[in-house]
């Protein structure tokens, strides 16, 4: 790594400033070449993490723009290197000459997620805080956010340290009965136990903790369905919090599905108003029926509308066989009319074990009590307790097909314990679960996947 990249590391387009991150062993003196500072200093000159004011110049001595510049010596930097930074103004032309400048000056562009690599392979982060990073630039929720944050800071690196060196510490024990047998003996096969089920109840409650987290990154598919006028879309609009879709009185109005991104509790939520599921005979309308059915078969999750007008009919048991596979969740509407139809009660009785909520889309009520009831089904029970919730932690599929892994050897290695198998086998099981450890943290990880993850990054990270 001894050459200096270089890239802009703001979004394009104009803005108000544009930041030119430099990095590598020459960058002070590679930014030099262009930058006349106003105190007539050198870049070497400079204290450490301060901004000074000068001026971009071209080969001709020409200005280009009126930056401030600040260096960063190695190690306190982002990528661990000597980092100089440009803050030029923000317009297309001006950052572009700046970075052309740059280049000719000695640096070369960097590659995607350039910065992030050296700052792994220099230490500065491991991979679990390098693919936070990454996370962090593309959350959608403040939820989400707060996650990724949460491994930047090193969160999970911890846990799975700790994971990490007990399993080092039951391997240890293995290998040195199989090394010195007659010196050490058989190992304590009620400690190794014991220290693997704590291992297994670790890794089971982060891998259940994880893919709670993972909804408020990936968010989830919510389908609205029910037969033509029970106020699909009135919910759409309610929950939306504006006019989305259109609302009449007459069935069938809705023919298309309209979709709309949602946040509910922090969970980022793709919400589906679709076509009344009904038998027509008119052409267009047939048309939103079958879009219906293939939005219900891709759903995570079916809000099933019933009206508490008319009571459930033939049309409503008929859609109810359509989602019995799917997670669902039964809503009365139109609970602010005189004459209902319709109790909670009877809907329990008629679909036993769906949960069941009364709304009136009209007067807007019982929304809160809708928005709990689809957080409990997203993400499962939400009165965790203060160790389940520290366990909730933002990985990428990535990690969670390593946590899963790594988990799998711990099963097998106590299977083996209790069954009093040979011990080479239980070490193999127990150094397979340190393996898949160091290949999420990035300690023992392939070169390829390496690369993989580094590809994803935006140029300038």
Wanted: proline fraction near 2%.
């Amino acid at each position: 790594m001894g050459d200096c990249i270089a890239a802009i590391s703001t979004p394009p387009g104009e803005g108000g400033i544009a930041v030119i991150r430099v990095s590598g062993e020459s960058a002070p003196e590679i930014v030099d070449k262009i930058f006349l500072s106003r105190s007539g200093k050198k870049i070497r000159e400079f204290r450490s993490h301060s901004l000074n004011l000068g001026y971009i110049r071209d080969e001709n001595g020409t200005l280009v723009d009126e930056v401030l510049v600040s260096r960063m010596d190695a190690p306190r930097s982002y990528t661990g290197e000597n980092v100089v930074e440009i803050n030029c103004h923000g317009g297309a032309v001006a950052t572009r000459k700046c970075l052309e400048l740059v280049i000719n000056a000695g640096a070369r562009l960097a590659e995607p997620g350039e910065f992030t690599k050296r700052a792994f392979l220099n230490g500065r982060l491991d991979m679990v805080q390098a693919e936070a990073v990454i996370e962090i630039i593309r959350a959608r929720s403040e939820k989400a956010l707060a996650l990724s944050t949460r491994n930047l800071t090193g969160v999970l690196s911890r846990t799975l340290q700790q994971v990490e060196d007990e399993l080092i510490f039951v391997n240890s024990r293995l290998e040195g009965s199989i090394d010195f047998p007659e010196e050490v003996g058989e190992p304590n096969w009620q400690e190794i136990e014991e220290r693997l089920q704590v291992i297994e109840d670790r890794l089971q409650k982060l891998a259940a903790g994880s893919k709670r987290a993972r909804v408020y990154r990936d968010g989830v598919r919510v389908v609205i369905a029910g037969k033509p006028n029970v106020g699909k879309s009135s919910l759409l609009n309610v929950l939306a919090q504006k006019e989305k879709a259109i609302v009449t009185e007459l069935p069938g109005t809705t023919r298309d599905l309209i979709e709309d991104l949602i946040y509910i509790r922090g969970i980022p939520v793709w919400v589906t108003d679709t076509a009344g599921i009904r038998e027509t005979q008119d052409v267009i309308e047939s048309i939103g029926v079958e879009k219906t059915r293939a939005a219900l078969a891709e759903a995570d999750i079916v809000v099933f509308v019933v009206d508490a007008s008319t009571g459930i009919q033939d049309e409503d048991l008929e859609i109810m066989k359509q989602i019995e596979d799917k997670r669902r969740l039964v809503v009365i509407n139109k609970t602010d009319i005189q004459d209902r139809c319709l109790s909670a009660e009877e809907v329990r009785n008629m679909f036993s074990g769906v949960q069941t909520v009364e709304i009136s889309a009209l007067e807007e009520t019982g929304i809160e009590e809708l928005e709990s009831a689809l957080e409990e089904l997203i993400i499962g029970k939400t009165d965790l307790g203060e160790a389940e919730r520290e366990m909730e932690i933002m990985t990428n599929l990535r990690q969670e097909r390593a946590i899963e892994a790594a988990l799998e050897h711990v099963r097998d290695a106590i299977a083996g314990v209790k069954n009093r198998q040979p011990i080479d086998g239980i070490a193999v099981d127990t150094w397979g679960a340190v393996s898949w450890i160091e290949e999420i943290t990035g300690k023992a990880i392939r070169t390829d996947v390496m690369e993989r993850i580094f590809a994803d990054f935006c140029i300038g990270k």
